[in-house]
């Protein structure tokens, strides 16, 4: 969810054993900002301009008990 719009978004993700409780998990997804809504910022009149896409990077690492 995002600016109030909602939608469902699939990232790949790599898991790896890390230790013998351990786990990581990888993965990335790009995005576009227009698809909710968002207008990329623009600043100093239009000298600097953002790219509609943005990348979601995850990293997580879990123990288990």
Same mark, same amino acid.
């Given at each position: 969810s995002l600016?109030?719009?909602s939608k469902e978004c699939w990232i790949n993700i790599t898991a790896k054993k890390s230790g013998p409780n351990q786990f990581r998990f990888i993965?990335?997804?790009t995005l576009n900002m !227009?698809?909710?809504c968002v !207008?990329?910022?623009v600043a100093m009149m239009g000298m600097i301009k953002v790219q509609d896409?943005?990348?979601i990077h995850l990293d997580l690492d879990?123990?288990?008990d």
């Open positions: 600016n109030g719009q993965g990335s997804k !227009t698809d909710f !207008t990329p910022p896409a943005i990348t879990v123990s288990v």
